[in-house]
């Protein structure tokens, strides 16, 4: 099973009035990262708001040598295949990447293949807060580096929060308890051990015939 991690950073709030500036892919193949990603910046062909900026750090003078989203959407829809996104507020992002793949006129992606990870963790957790810092501390995962959002940083940082929610980690856990009893029951029914001596002794065979001959009816006399 193939799922792709995504994120993306962006000029502000509204797909319909902003841009995508960076976007960033990670491969999950069977729950398991394999190394491989999509990472791009871009050139929003308008200004980044300052609020944007103050999230994310990423200034149009970073991005102006950046390719436009149309250079690079073929090389992001041939990574992405047809593999399931895995996403923090899936909503948001998607509708970014579908109101650029619109301007392109290329067909949008449906919601349909995106799992909210906002909307498992608080299924997993009512109640309790689910942002991405609050599911790294919740699952003590390192997100110290993280002082400003990045899509392939935070990409990666999800990655990890995804396979906790599901379980990943416990599941391996089990998994190896499993296999060190197997093992452990396998050797012992591999250990081969001498066969005991079961016959009576001589003083056993008295005592049991003396016991017996106090019985009435015993049935070791019929």
Request: net charge negative; glycine share 6%.
């Amino acid at each position: 099973m193939r799922e792709i991690v995504l994120d993306t950073e962006t000029t502000g709030l509204d797909p319909s009035k902003n841009r995508i500036v960076e976007i960033a892919c990670v491969e999950l193949l069977n729950h398991v990262p394999t190394g491989r990603t999509f990472h791009k910046y871009v050139n929003p062909e308008m200004e980044i708001s300052p609020e944007a900026a103050a999230v994310h750090g990423i200034t149009n003078d970073k991005v102006k040598d950046a390719p436009v989203f149309g250079e690079i959407a073929g090389e992001f829809l041939d990574f992405a295949g047809d593999a399931k996104f895995v996403i923090h507020n899936a909503e948001f992002d998607m509708g970014f990447i579908n109101a650029e793949l619109g301007r392109l006129g290329f067909e949008k992606l449906p919601m349909s293949r995106a799992l909210d990870t906002v909307r498992l963790a608080r299924q997993k957790f009512p109640g309790a807060p689910a942002s991405l810092d609050a599911l790294c501390k919740r699952f003590e995962i390192d997100n110290s580096h993280r002082t400003l959002h990045g899509a392939l940083l935070d990409a990666d940082l999800l990655a990890q929060v995804y396979l906790e929610l599901i379980g990943g980690r416990q599941a391996r856990m089990e998994l190896g308890a499993k296999t060190q009893i197997a093992e452990t029951t396998s050797a012992r029914t591999r250990q081969i051990r001498p066969a005991r001596a079961h016959a009576p002794s001589e003083a056993e065979l008295a005592a049991h015939a003396a016991a017996v001959a106090r019985l009435k009816g015993a049935v070791w006399l019929n």
